[in-house]
């Protein structure tokens, strides 16, 4: 929270206090919808005259909310004093108390460069991205990946010792129809020998299930493979490793393009296999608290009062389920992380009533305490007509649109190099650089088309919208930071570059750039809130709506004196007052797409 909000409530908490008025009332500042009415708004005199007439204390001293508010109001001036916080505190409508905040103080606030945010640790266990083996990414699984990326970069980047770990989908009884499929509908030899060994085993999970349609019976065998692979069968697990080997060289490449990297089992993350051994002590501690029931062969978890539809943890043959896996993974979390533990799962919204019944059993096991655990949804990609899906063979492979993303944003480069050939009449200089800006934006384009909006949300797929390079767009971002990158640079070939310990407290910034300074203030805000909600759609807003009020700044005034002129010493004030607005505006937006994984370019 930052010194200012704390301020302000502290200020109200003394003026109620010295009003003889309740202080059972949590004060809540919102900001105003236009900045005609200040900075900040609190309707604290409309909560409290409501509880004091409901409770008759001082009942007859105020007449209403708004006669309470100027009383409040009196005060808060007599509070203010010398402080230099506020240029203005009134009182709005039926009672509403709005705080602006001064210019000066603004000033040495949004331009000082301090860092972000810095908060006491607290511990997290950010589970993300947790693609199945034998399956290659599909774009189905990128919102995973970068939203679980970016959550676990918010936490961090606001004090969280953050374990980043990558559950993936090693164990099940998709292994049985797996190995069905390679020993019987497949070739091993042609598949060790496939440049996509993966892609080759899709096709396969897709024909076996083409296959069931038309033979339920396959269900049983595959099955009874994943039974093998439980018990050790020696064939069983060396087909299953192979799996897992042609995956994890896949997903590497990916993940090394993506920018996302897991601190846990050396990188690799904790698999469901790895507890494979770990499930006999949990469903052990389920018998022995008499949480489990029999029912038509199978074990199952009943809720309270049917809180819940029943959890299964075992089949009817014994074998394990996800919630088994999931189980001795949160146990072994406890033990190896500490008892304190944070645990947020990212994981698709279709999830969500089973996280609730895992939550709450572990709840009901004493293992973790209310709001100890965190389910972050995320919403699907899908066809503008039907939901992806890997057994009926309609996906996108990641892969494709990755590089599909690259090829777009050249092609708008290389546009661009030509028009300014033209108007130039200087050769196109297509070089190294422009090739990884390439690779850069388009990736910037994708993950910012996901990170711009509420992770719940589904999208459904659309090209051109992904790939959109205009308006609220990741190349609009990474050109907004390039622009104000380009200016300082040209500042420091001209011999200013220190201007950040220059006094600019006196200055007077217009519209434009009062504007800008408003925006930069609330990084912390925007931050911290992104972080305490897991939802990084919160930065992207801002740093959006911070890009658009420095465009319309740069937009319409100059920065730079010129190379050749002298400047006089008001201008060169100025000079040097809109470049410390412009590199905080830089860092700013550079540190924040850093955070959502985008990659800034210095040239567009």
């Given amino acids: 929270m930052s010194a200012v909000i704390e301020k302000i409530q502290e200020s109200l908490k003394l003026a109620l206090q010295e009003l003889g008025l309740p202080m059972e009332i949590t004060i809540h500042l919102e900001r105003p919808a236009s900045d005609q009415f200040g900075d900040y708004s609190t309707n604290v005199a409309l909560i409290t005259f409501s509880q004091i007439k409901n409770q008759g204390i001082h009942g007859e001293s105020f007449k209403n909310p708004r006669e309470l508010a100027d009383k409040i109001l009196e005060i808060l001036t007599r509070f203010q004093g010398d402080q230099n916080f506020f240029s203005k505190i009134e009182v709005a409508g039926p009672g509403f108390i709005n705080f602006t905040l001064s210019t000066r103080f603004l000033i040495q606030e949004s331009l000082s460069q301090k860092p972000m945010f810095v908060a006491p640790q607290r511990s997290a266990v950010v589970e993300f991205s947790s693609p199945n083996i ?252 039907k939901k992806m899906s890997t057994r009926k063979g309609n996906v996108i492979w990641l892969e494709e649109v990755l590089d599909e993303a690259v090829k777009r944003a050249k092609q708008v480069a290389t546009s661009s190099l030509e028009a300014a050939e033209v108007v130039n009449r200087v050769p196109t200089r297509h070089t190294e650089e422009t090739e990884q800006n390439a690779e850069k934006i388009g990736l910037g384009a994708l993950k910012w088309n996901d990170l711009k909006r509420s992770s719940h949300l589904d999208i459904t797929f659309d090209w051109d919208e992904i790939l959109s390079m205009d308006g609220n767009s990741g190349p609009y971002m990474q050109y907004t930071y390039a622009r104000g990158a380009s200016v300082l640079k040209k500042a420091a070939e001209k011999g200013v570059s220190d201007f950040s310990r220059e006094n600019l407290a006196e200055y007077a910034p217009n519209t434009e750039e009062i504007s800008v300074l408003r925006t930069l203030f609330r990084n912390q805000e925007a931050l911290e809130r992104a972080a305490a909600e897991f939802a990084p759609h919160h930065l992207s807003t801002y740093l959006f709506e911070l890009a658009q009020h420095f465009n319309s700044f740069y937009n319409k005034h100059h920065i730079l004196v010129g190379k050749e002129e002298p400047g006089s010493p008001e201008q060169k004030k100025t000079e040097l007052f809109r470049l410390a607005l412009t590199a905080a505006v830089a860092k700013t937006i550079q540190a924040g797409l850093e955070i959502l994984g985008i990659e800034t370019v210095e040239n567009m």
């Fill in 134 to 385: 034998a399956k290659p990414f599909t774009i189905g699984h990128l919102r995973s990946t970068i939203i679980g990326h970016a959550v676990a970069n918010l936490l961090e980047a606001t004090g969280w010792k953050i374990y980043r770990d990558n559950h993936l989908g090693d164990w099940g009884t998709q292994f049985g129809k797996q190995i069905y499929a390679i020993k019987n509908l497949g070739d091993e030899n042609k598949i060790d020998q496939s440049a996509e060994p993966v892609k080759d085993l899709v096709e396969l999970y897709v024909k076996f299930h083409q296959e069931a349609e038309q033979k339920p019976e396959l269900e049983d065998e595959a099955r009874a493979w994943f039974k093998k692979l439980e018990e050790g069968d020696p064939e069983a697990r060396r087909l299953w490793q192979k799996c897992i080997d042609w995956s994890l060289k896949e997903f590497a490449r990916i993940y090394q393009r993506l920018g996302v990297q897991f601190t846990e089992n050396d990188g690799k993350g904790y698999g469901e296999s790895f507890f494979e051994e770990k499930m006999g002590s949990v469903i052990e501690e389920l018998r022995q608290k008499k949480l489990l029931t029999e029912s038509e062969g199978a074990e199952l978890v009943f809720f309270p009062n049917e809180k819940l539809p029943p959890l299964m943890i075992l089949k009817k043959d014994g074998a394990s389920l996800y919630a088994t896996r999931d189980l001795a993974t949160d146990k072994f979390r406890l033990s190896h992380y500490g008892s304190d533990i944070k645990v947020i799962n990212e994981v698709g919204a279709e999830q969500a009533e089973y996280f609730n019944q895992l939550y709450e059993l572990e709840e009901m096991l004493g293992w973790y305490q209310l709001n100890q655990r965190v389910h972050v949804k995320h919403g699907f990609y899908r066809f503008k007509d």
